[in-house]
């Protein structure tokens, strides 16, 4: 039997979503559809939202002006369906535009509460194929028949006692937006049904019809494709998907080595304590390049910002002296006083200008300037949008402040570190490197990490195979790429994605912004970037995917790198992230003009990938049977969005990795409305419990897989 370590049975697979919604059921067989509850935010209330576009144009504009779009948008039923992170105002402007809401998967406060719901738990315990074509050719049926359609896929599976089948079809009218596809099927009870697709266009580009999995009530033995057009295609058996099981695990497998979210002062404890108890097997290596820390400059509005202010900020940290320090103007009180500005004892004094008769004659703009030019090495100041060339008013003392709410974080650079597990770990083995983190707010990505890592390092001492892998395989993790965000994320707003360097210029850096700051890690590698022309990254430093001021700008992001670049027996690498169930490989990147993608790997290549693919996706459907979609599996660029500058590119283009990306955090499905529902970043604990305990063992069959390839190569 499998040990459950200090993890009662109580939390395991109940879907566990904050806000359920119902809409119209996708599949013939789902039951009614619910009642639709209102989805409402207030104006200034910012939450995670799946919302039903009104149309393709209305999604274009949303990502052209950058949007926070938590994955990509599918179709289901011919509707758009898009998870945004936006405010209760961005939800209404959307809905006056003929969007609809139709789930709150997180608001704002969910991350807290699940949090501490999270610790408090422990506590209380302590105390107690893609490309595989489904064999489908085009038929044409009928002499007026103007397409012909061809099945992509088709497959199916069983999870929860229920079957799902899942299909793609490409007709030959790829110019037609109007061509309507409708898949007729067949079970092995001789039940019937059909279910119409949706056309996907990417980047402007026909790709195929496809639609979310569908509930059937049995094993589903064909499936036929016909078009508004006419065309039919061949009859096609689906395929079972994933069609790969791990081993079966042995008797007194230990599992279950996470308690609770993990901030990264949590993590840091983990990394130490797991050196600590398994000398012998694990390294801790510091990566090279610190971070900013968990730090900000200090600010404040000098007047008052719906009148006419001034912004003042310091040029150093806040927590270096600069938290605190006060600014304020004052009127000279006699006539014909110059504008002047001091600094003594922690109070920035501007002295504003006045005319003959004594009366205040300086503007916003004249205080900016002033301070600028008498302390640039102190403080920096600009004109609040809006309140240019305004009267500057007497402004009484306000203190300058860095915002930050983590009172027990510190403050300095910090080391990210890496776990180096096995037993030889000097690069005589093939290597494989699981890193997660890299955006800061998905919080259950190093709960995977760590419970592989633990994993490895428990069974290593009762389990032979695992001892075995851990001769073979040396084996990098690193839990939080991105300790910075992820602290801000924790303590200060938790759909944080991006790191804590604030690239922003002029009056984007008004501290209204402070949630929009920093770098998408994830967009700030070398391959298939932004700054060479690829699509997916933003230069806007308030973009959700701003990809740095440069290439590899980010301290982050470079350590990634430096980890790969150090042991060249990596061969293999999964980036980790949440939410939605993806797993992707390059290419991750195309340009806009034709969506020419970075170079498709060889057919082998693509091979490796693909079988791989399925042994984890089967070994991540151990734990309680999610099963990722065979349209969520695939080249990043297809399944999911281009993603300029990603981190598994650079790894697979420039050192030759083979290197993955997990979207852990698969939709759950609803049987009462009918419906598949996301779970957000930050569920509650108990469905990133499971998502840890599923991945982790998707991570385990990594480590199958690169010794397989070792193996392989030497045979
Ligand atoms: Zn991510």
Redesign the pocket.
Known sequence: MIVRRRWTAAATTAILISAVLSHPGSGAAAPAPAPRPAVTLAGDETALVRVQLRDQAQLDQLVARGADLANRPRSADGRILADLVLTGAQLAELTAQGATAVQVVQRAGDGARHFAESVRAAQARTAAGLCAPAAGQRTTSAATAVDTLQFLQAYWWTTGGRTFVQTQVATTATDDPDVEITVSWRAADGATGSFPLTRFEDSGEYQYHYTLPVPVPSRPVQVTATSSLGGVSRPVTPALWPNAAPPPLPEGYQKDFIDAYLTPVDIQARIKRLARQYRGLVDVIDLPYKTQGYRRTATAYLGDPAAAAVVVESVRFGDQGMNGVQVRTVDPGRGNRPLTATYRDRVLTVSLATDRSGAVVSTTDDVAAVINARFPNRFRAFVEDGSAGLPMPVVAPVRLDDGLEGTEVPTKPWTVQALRIGKHRDGSRIGVLAYSQ??AR?WATPLVTLEFAERMLANSRTDPATRELLEQVDIFVIPTVNPDGANYSFHDFNFQ?KNLVNHCTGTSRDPRNRDAWGVDL?RNYTVGSYFDGYVGGSGNCLSGTYAGSGELSEAESRNVIALAREHRNIRFAMNV??YGGYFMWPPGAYKADGRVTLPRPSIDESKLFLDSARRIVGAIAQERGTVTWPSQTGPVADVLYSAAGNSADELYYELGIFAWDF?VGNDRWNDETGQWEGVGFQPPFEEAHAESQEYAGGLVEMVRVARDYAAAQEG
């Open positions: 890299e955006h998905e994605r994830n992230h949440s979207e």
